[in-house]
């Protein structure tokens, strides 16, 4: 069964480092979403990207955020500066049309030290 | 502006028992999709179902089943003699129709379901 596959599981970095998360959707979808979830907390939409670009983005994703699909399968989100309220469960999702269920990464837990 | 509520933050029940996870939404669109997911404790986020407004059928699946209802703008999930393996975090989500571009989903707080054996 095709999966959404996320790398790495999980990331540690200093505070004021890049980080990118990689993600490889399933592979006939055409929209890609990154959410995150704070520890205990409920999941966030941070940005939606179709045709290579953002449909749409969320508060939290501000200049520090960045994403790009780089080749025909990858889709990377980058913080270029983390700071330690970006430490979260990172999850990219894919879904085949824009109201069809997106399916969701097993997540990248990302701690900022 | 839209919401997912779940008022339920933990349930905790004895295997073999009936469980209904709560959920109350609000959209102002006419059209917009309903959503579950499950979180166990790995981590994941695992689709169960989704529902459009045009469709208030109710629906079952095994021992999942789940209720629609527009009138109360509510969404529930019924687990039917549950099992040790149905606890996790259960989130329900709402995304309205977006006129271009991708569905973006707003998740409710999640319930965390414990099945004591």
């Known amino acids: 069964e095709p999966e959404v596959t996320q790398t790495p599981s999980h990331q540690v970095t200093q505070m004021g480092q890049e980080v990118i998360l990689r993600c490889v959707p399933i592979?006939?979808?055409?929209?890609f979403y990154w959410y995150r979830q704070i520890l205990g907390q409920k999941v966030e939409f941070l940005v939606s990207?179709?045709?290579?670009?953002?449909?749409?983005k969320s508060e939290i994703f501000d200049d520090q955020f960045s994403v790009e699909r780089p080749d025909g399968s990858n889709f990377t989100l980058k913080i270029r500066s983390t700071k330690l309220e970006d430490s979260a469960m990172y999850f990219c999702?894919?879904?085949?049309?824009?109201?069809?269920?997106?399916?969701f990464g097993q997540g990248t837990r990302l701690t900022v030290v | 502006a839209q919401k997912v509520t779940q008022a339920q933050t933990e349930i905790s029940v004895v295997e073999k028992e009936d469980v209904t996870l709560d959920c109350v939404y609000e959209?102002?669109?006419?059209?917009?999709?309903l959503f579950w997911y499950k979180q166990p404790p790995s981590g994941e986020l695992v689709f169960l179902i989704r529902?459009?407004?045009?469709?208030?059928q109710n629906e079952i699946s095994g021992r999942y089943s789940w209720n629609f209802q527009k009138s109360t703008s509510s969404f529930n999930f019924t687990i039917t003699a549950s099992q040790v393996v149905d606890s996790a975090v259960y989130f329900c989500?709402?995304?309205?129709?977006?006129?271009?571009?991708?569905?973006?989903?707003?998740f409710g707080q999640g319930t965390r379901l414990t099945i004591n054996p």
């Open positions: 999702a894919s879904s085949a049309r824009t109201v069809t269920e997106a399916f």
């Open positions: 592979s006939n979808h055409l929209y």
């Open positions: 990207f179709y045709n290579n670009e953002i449909s749409e």
């Open positions: 959209t102002r669109d006419t059209t917009y999709y």
């Open positions: 529902r459009n407004s045009f469709d208030e």
């Open positions: 989500a709402l995304s309205e129709a977006p006129f271009l571009g991708a569905q973006k989903l707003v």
